[in-house]
Structures are given as structure tokens and as C-alpha cells.
């Protein structure tokens, strides 16, 4: 196994200084070091890309070497120190540089990530094509996680028309070779029936295998499957352990899901501060169900003094990612004048929304403001189509008022 020659460097300053100009430094390493880099194995760059991340001038002079040098390997794990931030400022457009190098080399990792990029619009404007087009090509190749990407841009419809059929074919690959995000999503595809026909026992089973590869989002899963008895028997215990193996792994999630439980008292004993504190955990890692359920806890009192300000805040982050009982939520806030100045017509914009996510208090909320000329022009017609999708999704108010009116 061919390796390197080289001379111990100088001791390092302190990490802090190392990370303050990372280019300067490797460059002064570069120059300090006696040896020179060979090709190298991947378990070698590896272990490399590790120690690099740890601040060791040493591995970062050999890492660097052999990126310039033109290893495709680690033209990736430079790429990812630049990704993550990991002893230098993040910059995803020196990230992309470096992926771009490794991907001209044929390196499929580099390709998906050059995908996540665009997908994310990190370091490039968002491109849900463009991050279609570098995963098919990766994934073509046999990359697992790439396969796994360009299925779901198809199950959502990013970049390309959408297809659940196609999605699942892509799954399928990846799952193939055990890769966890990918038997996540295919239990996913038999939990919602997207592609194939809704089979809550074989997407169980996929979970299980994900969970097993440490997958937390799939611990997650089969924690829900448990409370609400898809699947599987219904048994709240066995959710609770789901929930906290996954939020053990880091799923803020699971610590929103746990935190219903003590809410509600589902196998075990109701403890609304216990609730608290497992939304405030979700809320924090980003969770918008942890938002949405803290916000909740604000509009009502419960474990925290009542505050209307702090629970317009919690549902407006919730609904910036797309939740739509959160951004229904938001507009009730602003009807009534609670945390903010009244305004219908910020109620309206914001119950539409939701509507449009065909969320069925905010279908019905659209309805009446269009019946009652609340932040909105009046329009029957309008009115009776919003009331009527809202009954279609199970709104009793909604269904009262249809028959009431004889529709």
C-alpha cells in the first residue's frame, strides 16, 4: 500500500487560529512539509478526512496533497470540510469547486453531492433540474444515496413532472443494497400507497430494516405505527421506546411525538411539563411540529404563562416550513387580534395558505371570510366551493352549513 513520506510539522497554534484562515495555513504546511503525496486508498483518505476534521496539520497537508495532486477522494472530503465547516468557514461555492473536480474524475459521490446542492441552493441558486439531472447521473452508476435523491425529486415532483412511480423504482435500487434513507422511503411509498397499493405491515417491515442501519427518522416511523396502530397492534409503550431511540439518535421529530404522549396522556401518566420540555427540545433542533405543538402551549397556558406574542412566533417558524395546521393557526392569531394588531386580511392570507395545502379548518376559515366579506371581497360562490372541499375532508361545521343550505 503505497502511503507518503514525510517530516513531523510544526506544532500547531491553537484549533481557534487554524480555523480563523484555513487557507493560509495549509498553504504554510504545504510549504513546511518534506513529503509527497501518492495515490492512496479510500479506507486511508478516510481515516485522513477524519483527522483533518479534528484540526491535525498533518492530515490536512497530506488530505490537501492529494486533492491538488487530483484524487477524486479526496477532492470530496476537502469539498465536505468546506461543506460543513469543519476547521474552516463554511462556503458551499469552494465546496462545490472541489465536488466539481472529483465529479469530472467520475466520482459519484461528488455528483450527488453537486445535486444536494442545487436541490438546497447552497452555494448555487436553487435547481431542482439541474440536481436531477448530477443524481440520475451518479445514481445510474450504482450510487445508493443518489438513487435514493433522485427518487424522492420524482415523488415530490422537483425538477421533473411528479411520479410515484418512478420514485419507487429508484427506491428500490438504493434498498436494494440496504441503504437506510432509501428503505426509509420505500416503506414511506407503502405507508401513503404512492405508486402501489397503501400496505402499512411491508412498510413496517422496510422501517425495521432502515432502523436497524441506525436510520433515526425510521425509528421514528415505526414508533407512529405503533401509536396509531398501522401495521401492527396498537401499543403505546412500544411507541415510547420508538420515539426515544430516535430522539437519542438526534430526531427532533420523535421528542415532538413524545412530547404528545405526556400531553395526552397516551401510556403514560399526562404531564404537560414533561410535554413541555420535549417540545422545547424539537422546537430548538428545527422540528415543525415541535414548533407549532410549543406555540400551542403559548396560545393556551399550558405549562408556560399564557402568551400570544411567543405563540405567533412558534406557528409562523412551523409555517415557513409548510405546515399547514400552523399556518391556519397564524391566521386565527391575527382574526382575532392576539399577539398582533387585528388583521383580516392577514387572516385571510394566511388561512388561505393553509387551504391551499387543503388543511380543512383553514378550507372552512376561507369559506367564511368569503361568506362574511372578512379581509376579502364577498363571494357566495367562492364561499360554498371552500365549504364544500372542507366537508369533502371531514369538516362537520362545514358539512352542517351544506345541508343546512341544501348543497
Known amino acids: 500500500m503505497t502511503g507518503f513520506t514525510i517530516c513531523e510539522p510544526p506544532r500547531p497554534r491553537r484549533r481557534s487560529e487554524l480555523a480563523r484562515d484555513f487557507i493560509a495555513v495549509l498553504t504554510l504546511l504545504t510549504t ?25 496539520p498533518a492530515a490536512i497537508v497530506k488530505l490537501l496533497d492529494l486533492a491538488r495532486a487530483g ?31 472529483a465529479a469530472k474524475r467520475n466520482q459519484t459521490q461528488a455528483m450527488n453531492l453537486i445535486g444536494h446542492l442545487h436541490q438546497e441552493g447552497l452555494g448555487v441558486p436553487r435547481d431542482y433540474a439541474q440536481a436531477r439531472l448530477w443524481y440520475k447521473q451518479a445514481a445510474e452508476q450504482g450510487d445508493a444515496a443518489a438513487a435514493s435523491n433522485l427518487g424522492w425529486l420524482y415523488l ?20 436494494a443494497k440496504e441503504f437506510p434513507a432509501a428503505l426509509y422511503n420505500l416503506g414511506y411509498t407503502y405507508a401513503e400507497g404512492s405508486g402501489t397499493s397503501r400496505e402499512p405491515a411491508r412498510a413496517l417491515e422496510l422501517y425495521r430494516r432502515a432502523a436497524g442501519h441506525g436510520y433515526a427518522a425510521a425509528m421514528r416511523a415505526i414508533g407512529w405505527h405503533y401509536q ?17 431511540k430516535a430522539a437519542q439518535q438526534g430526531d427532533a421529530g420523535a421528542d415532538a411525538l413524545l412530547g404528545q404522549l405526556y400531553q395526552q396522556g397516551y401510556g403514560v401518566a399526562r404531564n404537560p411539563d414533561t410535554a413541555r420540555r420535549h417540545y422545547e427540545k424539537a422546537a430548538a433542533g428545527g422540528d415543525p411540529n415541535g ?12 405549562s408556560v404563562a399564557q402568551d400570544y406574542r411567543a405563540a405567533l412566533d412558534w406557528y409562523q417558524k412551523s409555517a415557513e416550513q409548510g405546515n399547514a395546521t400552523a399556518m391556519n393557526n397564524v391566521g386565527y392569531l ?50 360554498f366551493s371552500y365549504y364544500q372541499r372542507a366537508a369533502d375532508r371531514g369538516h362537520q361545521e362545514a358539512r352542517r352549513i351544506l345541508g343546512k343550505a341544501g348543497r
Not at 501518492?38 to 491535525?56: H, M, Y
Not at 387551504?355 to 376559515?365: C, I, K, V, Y
Open 228 to 244: 396509531t396502530g398501522q401495521g401492527v397492534t396498537r401499543d403505546y409503550a412500544q411507541a415510547k421506546d420508538w420515539y426515544e
Open 32 to 56: 513546511l512539509a518534506c513529503g509527497t503525496a501518492f495515490a492512496s486508498s479510500p479506507e486511508e483518505i478516510d481515516a485522513l478526512a477524519k483527522s483533518a476534521a479534528k484540526a491535525e
Open 334 to 383: 391575527y382574526e382575532q387580534g392576539l399577539g398582533a394588531a387585528r388583521d383580516a386580511k392577514q387572516a385571510f392570507a394566511w388561512y388561505r395558505k393553509a387551504a391551499e395545502l387543503d388543511e380543512p379548518t383553514a378550507l372552512f376559515n376561507v369559506g367564511l371570510m368569503y361568506e362574511e366579506a372578512r379581509g376579502v371581497e364577498r363571494d357566495v360562490n367562492a364561499a
Open 71 to 101: 484524487d477524486a477522494d479526496a477532492q470530496v472530503r476537502v469539498g465536505s470540510l468546506y461543506y460543513e465547516g469543519q476547521v474552516v468557514q463554511r462556503d458551499f461555492a469552494l465546496a462545490m469547486e472541489w465536488f466539481r473536480k
Open 156 to 175: 415530490k415532483g422537483y425538477g421533473s413532472g411528479k411520479s410515484a412511480v418512478l420514485a419507487r423504482e429508484w427506491f428500490e435500487r438504493a434498498a
Open 291 to 302: 414548533q407549532l405543538f410549543l406555540g400551542w402551549l403559548y396560545q393556551q397556558g399550558v
